[in-house]
Every structure is written in C-alpha cells, then in structure tokens.
C-alpha cells in the first residue's frame, strides 16, 4: 500500500474520530471552558474612590463583563512607583473591601515592583503601588498581585466537571500557538458564569482569539510534547511518524491506549529504535 493511500485512510480515521468528539461536546460529555483575557485593572473600596475622585463619588458604569454583577467603570487611573507609570488603568466595580491591582508580570517589571502570583483577594506579599486620580493619591499597600488563572463555576457546572472549589486543573488552550495551563484554580460559587480567566501575558504566549475555548486535561492524559519527558498513556488516535519519533525520545515504554493506530510509518520508527509497546 502506497503512501498516498495510506495518508487517505489516515484522514479517513480521524475525520470520523473528530466527529465523534464533536457530538460528546455537543452532548455535553466533554465540555469545553470559554477562555477570557483580563487586562491590568484595579479593584477600589470606597474609600479609595472618594479619595481619587472626590467626596461623595461613586463608580459609574460604562458596561457589564462577563461576570454578574461586576462591571468595567468610566473612571481611569494611574498606577505609579518609583520604577514607573501605568496610564488610564480600568477600574472594575462594584466596590470592595479592600484596593487590589491586578497586574501582569510584564506591568510589574514596567514599574520596578515584585509580586506574587495570588488567586483575587489574596493579597499577601502583595506588592505597594501608588493609585493617582483626579482628586487625589491612594496609598495601596500589599495590594498589587498578578492573578492567578483560574476558572469561574456555578456548582452545576463544578458537578458536570467532576471537580471541586479551590481545586488545580490543567487545561488546553487549542489556538494558533496551543498552550496548556497548569494549576488552573476552581472557584465556584452560584454568583458565577462559566469562563476561565487569564491574564494579557498568557493570552498572548498562546495567540488567544475571541471564542476561544479550553478542555480540561485528565491528570493521567497529559498532552504529548518533546518537553514532556514521561507520560503515563499517549491520548492520540492515530500515531504518525512525526508523533512516534516524539515519544521514542521518551524511552521505553510507549504506552498507548488499546485500539490506537499506528502507521506503518511510526511502527518502522519504534521498530528501529526497539521500543517497546505496551496498551492499556
């Protein structure tokens, strides 16, 4: 059998193993996550607003976000330190009990300042920035942290899921530049809509477009890439020549799940690098 013929059943193969996975989503079976870029922004308690903007000032909102309830404002302000200034900063409302900016790492350099990776609301460590508003300076201490991704869930979504509050996933991101997420953090709440957030680095190592969306990795599934030395099973249905000669990189054994194709090709790969095969 030529190449040719082969590549032909090879599309075959995975034109019907695509569709398949197309009606477990549409099904429901396998959900994906829609992934959302959040940029650089701040979080003000009243406090910090009346002293930006003046006495008796309020939020005014200029549109709803994708979370209910919470809302991108009209005011703007600057985040500045010693190091540097960040312009015209989004305020999100409504207001909290305590100022946060939410930063990336790319802004933290842009000022000079260090700041941990925390989940919202966690503020320790949190690095101290100045907030500039018309009326007047807000000094924000310990309140400056680049978020850490994570993933809004209502409970119905945390049991169709199969996971928990506070739990760490992976998550593959499928763009022009696929990336996967590691410690992914769950939070659930019935305030929430579905949609996994990540910061403006991150959606731009991964090339992030509107309508994006993530699937969430199985531990034991991890995704096949020469910068993933060992892995407990290979998750690919069809086993090229180009994948095998990956995962003879790995050494022996190559554990595939049973019912896995393998082309002549990549047998001729795995036979010359006597690599064993196993199927689980």
Known sequence: MNEQKINAIVESVLSELNQEAGSRI???????IP???????????QEAVERLFGPGASL?????????????SEQRVNVVTAGGVLERVAILGPVRKAVQAELSLTDC????ISAPVRLSGDLRGGADVLLVGPAGIYEAKSAAIVAQ????????????????NGQALSVHVQTKRPVAFEQVIVRVSPRYRLAMHIDLDEANACALEPGTAGSMLNAKCLMLNENNPVAPAVTEKVVTESIAKILIKRGAPVILKKGTI????????FSGARILIEYT
Request: proline letters at 7%.
């Open 60 to 72: 005014t909102q200029a549109r709803a976000l994708s979370q209910p309830g919470e809302f991108l």
């Open 149 to 164: 991704s994570h993933i809004h869930m209502t409970p119905d979504d945390a049991a169709r899921f199969g996971v928990s």
């Open 109 to 112: 350099r842009a000022l000079g």
């Open 262 to 269: 393998l082309t002549p090709s990549a047998r001729d790969v």
């Open 35 to 45: 992934v959302e870029a959040s940029a650089r922004h701040v979080h003000l308690a």
């Open 26 to 32: 549409q099904s429901g079976a396998h959900p994906t």
